[in-house]
């Protein structure tokens, strides 16, 4: 055993990659929940960004437009959810299960022919200043843009929910979708836009693991990442914020076991990756136990259909 | 413009006649997808949708289309009982891996007594585990209103490591060169959960999902429980004024989806999977949701939706090797079948107008 | 006539179409993969092997395939389908499919099936594997010669006797190129997940290991080592060339096809028959891809020079003196392990830290 062969800082950086594809997912999910509407297909869509992305990038030679296309990918993807749930009203938690279904053959057939090949290589961003600190500016400060781009994710989305009156149109349609109705507002509209807000960020996790994080493309490559970016969301209790700590826990817990047994530590893994999802569980029921709505940040509406019946 | 009316109850009509359109849209647009892959449309339809029924080795494929349905009728129908009711167990997947450690763990415990009192209780120990999985969600939704669609989805997580871990240490056949997984119950008749008859696929989680389903019917149409169930789905307020007591009906949807979900997890095991390994469960528990909703969470709709499912997996395996088709293209028209089941759906709980669209 | 025998019957037809242990003048081979063929590894292999076989005996012999069979109900299902399909030899390529294979091979005493890295055989079911070992002794060799930090990242996917035995045949050459050599073992508990992979490769590199190897099948650690700058890794299953020179500097590739070729070639001969076949270097099945220039030309030298010893059997990689981790001796001054304890290995070699999780 050798502890000290681990570095915290170059742990946390570590992190901070292994986590951005499940905070980028999970931020979108978050938004699309508060919306009031569960969409479980992340991992479709996820595996479907990861393809987009790496066949665009690829052909394009550039990642910048292979993450364009993967968003854009994500979102037509989301879009199928948001016509079969908010136009024809079918069940949410079926509705998104067959998304994942389809996502998953849907990103396989595309991707038959790019098996093997290496994607554009994406360049780290040197913060000027900042990456120059000794030690801490290199850990912290010179990632690839994505890195950064997700944490901006996280504020933007926070800054949007609090203060702008278009988060607060949203917020109120996940509350109750009848009386944001009543008082006009589109409640249908509102909620495609944030599936397919949900729909592009997942896109967008899914091409961070194709063409960054791996980098490469195989099928059924997000191995599950999407059902972690649920959980994540329900940890987070619907704060962006929070969603941050979350994503960075989850994948912290994988990171750090893999580093403890790089380190000779004899630890067991099974006990270690289920840990996340029990404290979920607690977070769940500490705030369920405190009745205060405030404190469950749930949204009201969440997972049932909305139809204007007058 | 395309409006939606509520119809005031569903259309019969359109409830027998939905199923029937969504597989001839799936055919259609399977077709196509098979043109453009470079297969012969008409030839792969066929190879899934009739051969498995109809064509030369129907005598093999009709006995395993039950194998196949069994753990996910089973599952489906203590699923849907509590779906009716508005109570959302999507955790059946974790149930059924905790009810198939369980009972083969009981099993394999007396390796190698012969005894036959082991089966029965090997069943109840896997219902057992299923229930106790399932009553984490129950408990923490009676006491302090947690949400069950999260504690059980959840839940799945952890029951999906706690698998790895005996497979690979507690269960772990001492005779299988160190490799990861329990002793093969073939290995071990008085724990095999064996075929009753070979040729037809029936062992007994078949003829489990078989009672459950009369079960179900029965519970729902006659039993004053299936009452409960329906009215508190219904609106359950007007529940309420009827006496319901939601607390006892939260335990009681959950823990009999929760038994269901784990003796499927022990069939499966003990019999056509035939040990505990760390990827034995391939997803029946969340594939099961699906089929519930499309049999419309009716105990004889998610019969034959089981079959239908179960058909869409056989056909497809055979249409792989048969045609060469990529196993991609199965699950994308597995995943076509339920959009358009999902989607013509509304036809039987709306009415569609012509017309001007009311501010929406 | 009841239900029961109507079965019967028709496998008995089957099996009969296939007009066993005769020449023949086509045959139909039938390949159960356990991954997609696009996992650009095991089965992309084992894939390559399917098509070669097409290649060599053109019209007279028909393959068949299905991919990602999970291992268990459905795999019984698979192999029966395809025996009921008409095939007359049935490739089962993972461990997983043993009971499987012996299930249904007990029901079509006609048509022949070989299993993969299995150990349970029947009159009609033959077992075949690679002495994936012996390649590795030559990865450790070549990581023990350019190591710097004298550190060495190994990626295992399961702790089972297979992945054990390559890891203590890389420590043993490792260790004799160079005496200060150190491994560090990330269990994965996949043989395939490239974004943990990768993140295992990143954990090894950061805690100072400069040579990878690995034995999961993505090409993510390669993309970790070259992202890292000095790092090498080597192929596994797969040649991975799209990484050579840097960070790949060498690999060991899976070579099923002369096998394949072989053994379909003695159905159509009417000679096939069950035995066990552990082949090696020797045989062709395990092949050292090319070692790039990044090799000092002397280690390069060396590692061929292995390669070719263990290929004419004039060396075994586990030759004696060993010893056991726990200090005990294992093989005697110039001892040979036997097959039969290779087959079960469950202990480190001295020298190797850390434990054997179970």
């Known amino acids: ?310 | 413009m395309l409006t939606l009316e509520k119809r005031p109850s569903p259309s019969r009509m359109w409830t027998l006649l939905t199923p029937p359109l969504a597989v001839v849209l799936t055919m259609i647009a399977g077709g196509i997808l098979f043109a453009f892959l470079g297969k012969n449309p008409v030839e792969s339809i066929r190879t899934i949708f009739w051969d498995p029924v109809f064509g030369e080795f129907a005598f093999y494929y009709r006995g395993q289309l039950l194998v196949k349905a069994a753990p996910l009728i089973l599952i489906a129908i203590g699923l849907s009982l509590g779906f009716r009711a508005g109570i959302w167990n999507i955790g059946a997947e974790g149930q059924y891996i905790v009810g198939a450690i369980c009972g083969a763990g009981i099993g394999l415990a007396f390796y190698p007594t012969e005894n036959p009192l082991i089966f029965p209780l090997m069943i109840f120990a896997g219902a057992l585990g299923g229930w106790a999985w399932a009553m984490i969600p129950a408990t923490l939704k009676v006491m302090f209103g947690t949400n069950e669609i999260l504690v059980s989805l959840m839940l799945v997580y952890v029951a999906e490591s706690m698998l790895a871990s005996v497979s690979s240490s507690l269960l772990r056949n001492p005779e299988g060169m160190g490799f990861p997984g329990s002793r093969n119950f073939k290995d071990f008749p008085a724990a095999h959960n064996d075929y009753l008859i070979e040729s037809a696929g029936i062992h007994w989680g078949v003829v489990a999902a078989f009672i459950a389903v009369i079960f179900a019917y029965v519970l729902l149409s006659r039993h004053i429980l299936g009452f409960q169930i329906r009215v508190t789905g219904q609106s359950p307020r007007a529940a309420r004024f009827a006496g319901v007591n939601p607390s006892r009906l939260i335990l009681f949807c959950l823990g009999t989806s929760g038994a269901l979900a784990g003796m499927a997890g022990m069939f499966e095991v003990t019999g056509p999977a035939g040990q505990i390994s760390i990827d034995f469960n391939s997803g029946y528990g969340f594939t099961a949701i699906i089929v519930a909703f499309l049999g419309r969470l009716h105990p004889v709709g998610i019969l034959l939706a089981g079959l239908l499912m179960a058909l869409t997996y056989i056909g497809g395996e055979a249409a792989q090797s048969t045609l060469g088709l990529p196993a991609a293209a199965i699950q994308l028209l597995q995943g076509m079948l339920l959009f358009f089941l999902l989607a013509v759906d509304v036809l039987t709980n709306f009415r569609i107008r012509f017309g001007k669209t009311e501010a929406a | 006539m009841n239900r029961r025998s109507i079965l019967a019957g028709a496998v008995l037809a089957v099996g009969l179409a296939g007009t066993a242990f005769a020449q023949q003048d086509k045959v139909k081979a039938g390949f159960i993969f356990v991954g997609p063929i696009g996992d650009g590894g095991w089965t992309y292999e084992h894939n390559k092997a399917r098509l070669a076989v097409e290649e060599e005996f053109g019209d007279k012999v028909e393959t068949v395939y299905q991919e990602s069979v999970p291992e268990g109900a459905d795999a019984e299902r698979a192999l029966t389908q395809m025996a009921l399909g008409g095939a007359d030899i049935i490739f089962t390529t993972s461990f997983g499919y043993m009971d499987p294979t012996i299930n249904v091979a007990k029901k079509f005493p006609n048509v022949k099936f070989e299993h993969a890295t299995g150990f349970k055989r029947a009159d009609n079911a033959a077992t075949y594997g690679a002495r994936f070992y012996e390649g590795r002794a030559i990865q450790g060799l070549i990581a023990g010669n350019i190591t710097k930090s004298n550190k060495i990242g190994y990626i295992g996917s399961f702790p089972i006797p297979e992945v054990i035995r390559g890891i203590n045949s890389a420590f043993i050459h490792a260790k004799k190129a160079n005496p200060d050599v150190e491994f560090s073992i990330i269990w994965a508990y996949t043989w395939f997940d490239p974004a943990k992979e990768a993140d295992a490769a990143t954990a090894l590199i950061e805690q100072g290991a400069d040579v990878i190897l690995q034995h999961t099948d993505s090409t993510a650690p390669h993309a970790a080592a070259e992202k890292a700058g000095n790092v090498y890794a080597f192929g596994q299953a797969s040649d991975m060339a799209e990484y050579a020179p840097m960070p790949r500097v060498s690999s060991i590739i899976d070579n099923w096809a002369p096998y394949y070729i072989e053994r379909v070639g003695a159905v159509l001969d009417g000679t096939w028959e069950s035995k066990d076949t552990w082949g090696g270097i020797g045989s062709g099945m395990v092949e050292i891809g090319e070692i790039s220039d990044i090799v000092p030309e002397e280690v390069r030298t060396q590692a061929l020079a292995l390669r070719d010893q263990i290929a004419s059997g004039e060396y075994h990689p586990f030759t004696g003196p060993i010893n056991k981790q726990d200090g005990s001796a294992w093989l005697a001054e110039g001892e040979t392990a036997d097959d039969g304890t290779l087959l079960g290995m469950d202990f480190y070699v001295e020298g190797l830290t850390g434990d054997i999780p179970n």
């Open chain 1, 1 to 310: 055993m050798d502890l000290s062969s681990i570095n915290p800082l170059i742990l946390l950086a570590s992190i901070m990659v292994a986590s951005t594809p499940i905070l980028l997912a999970a931020i979108g999910e978050m938004v699309c929940e508060k919306s009031g509407v569960l969409n479980l297909g992340v991992e479709g869509m996820m595996i479907t960004g990861a393809v987009c992305g790496f066949v665009v990038a690829v052909e394009t030679g550039s990642p910048a437009i292979g993450f364009v296309a993967a968003a854009l990918g994500g979102a037509v993807l989301s879009l199928l959810f948001g016509i079969l749930t908010q136009y024809l009203l079918s069940n949410q938690v079926a509705t998104g299960l067959a998304l994942t279904l389809f996502g998953l053959g849907l990103s396989a057939l595309i991707g038959q022919g790019y098996v093997g090949i290496k994607a554009p290589v994406t360049a780290d961003v040197n913060i000027p200043l900042l990456s120059d600190i000794p030690v801490i500016g290199r850990i912290v400060f010179q990632h690839d843009l994505m890195v950064y781009f997700s944490i901006a994710l996280i504020a933007g989305v926070w800054a949007f929910l609090k203060f702008t009156r278009a988060g607060l149109v949203l917020r109120a349609v996940g509350e109750s979708h009848d009386a944001a109705h009543a008082l006009g507002y589109q409640v249908v509209l509102i909620r495609l836009l944030a599936i397919m807000f949900g729909g592009a960020c997942a896109g967008l996790g899914g091409a961070y693991v194709s063409l960054i994080r791996v980098p490469q493309w195989t099928e059924g490559m997000t191995a599950g990442a999407g059902w972690i970016a649920l959980a994540i969301v329900v940890f987070a209790s619907w704060r962006p914020w929070r969603v941050l700590i979350g994503a960075y826990l989850f994948g912290g817990v994988t990171v750090l076991q893999l580093n403890l047994q790089a380190a000779g530590v004899a630890i067991p893994v099974e006990y270690l990756s289920m840990s996340p999802y029990l404290i979920t569980i607690l977070v769940l029921v500490i705030m369920s136990a405190n009745r205060s709505r405030a404190a469950l940040g749930a949204p009201a509406a969440l997972g049932r259909v909305f139809h204007a019946s007058h």
